[in-house]
């Protein structure tokens, strides 16, 4: 069975750093893209960017190209998402979603991590 | 790039069929796969349609998705409609370097 296991709430501060995982089993974690997906309070899915966890490929929204850093470690089938100095507008719930066979077909979902960032 | 574009909510009657479009604005929507989830208040999206008409298991047979060229468009149709099917839906697809989510449909069944 395919899982994503997200990793638990943070609560931040503005200006801090914050690294956010997704633990993924029960598939070969380097055949499949992993996207990053941010859900604003009371609003709908956006894409934020996704890895090729194979080779490390990467494509960024341009909303968010800059603003984090996708990656992965293949040996712990670990996806990451990253800021550098987070904003209070980063605060939200983000996901994690496996890619299907076709690439970008978004199959299987992760639990999600809200984060808050306080100003 | 190119845009998804949804109802934002539509409301249906229990037991009675309901269809959600999902309009493709630059590029074709037969080009790459449609998906489609399902997000109840909440609690995480989940997967009710893959690759243009596909249900993952254990997605009752009440849901089928399908796409229409002449219109660029994709549905996601629910028949039988269970109060438990009142959630947001939203509909994705992609390109070569670009993953689009439409803005979500609140399904209200009433």
């Known amino acids: 069975e395919v899982q994503l296991v997200q990793s638990g709430a943070e609560v931040k501060k503005s200006g801090e750093s914050l690294k956010i995982s997704c633990k993924a089993s029960?598939?070969?974690?380097?055949?499949?893209?992993i996207g990053w997906v941010r859900q604003m309070p009371g609003k709908g899915l956006e894409w934020m960017g996704i890895i090729y966890p194979g080779d490390s490929d990467t494509k960024y929204s341009p909303s968010f190209q800059g603003q984090v850093t996708i990656s992965v470690d293949k040996s712990i089938s670990t996806a990451y998402v990253h800021w550098s100095s987070l904003k209070a507008s980063d605060t939200a719930m983000y996901y994690c979603v496996r890619g299907g066979y076709s690439g970008y077909d978004l199959t299987n979902w992760g639990q999600g991590t809200p984060v808050t960032v306080s100003s | 790039n190119f845009m998804l574009t949804q109802p934002h909510s539509v409301s249906e009657s229990p037991g009675k069929t309901v269809t959600i479009s999902c309009t493709r604005t630059g590029g074709n929507i037969g080009t790459h796969y449609v998906q489609w989830f399902q997000q109840r208040p909440g609690s995480s999206p989940t997967t009710v349609i893959y690759?243009?008409?596909?249900?993952p298991s254990g997605v009752p047979a009440r849901f089928s998705g399908s796409i229409d060229s002449s219109s660029n468009s994709a549905s996601l149709t629910i028949s039988g409609l269970k109060t438990e099917d009142e959630a947001d839906y939203y509909c994705q697809s992609f390109d070569s370097t670009t993953v689009v989510f439409g803005g979500g449909t609140k399904l209200t069944v009433l």
């Open positions: 029960g598939y070969s974690f380097t055949n499949h893209w």
């Open positions: 690759e243009d008409d596909q249900r």
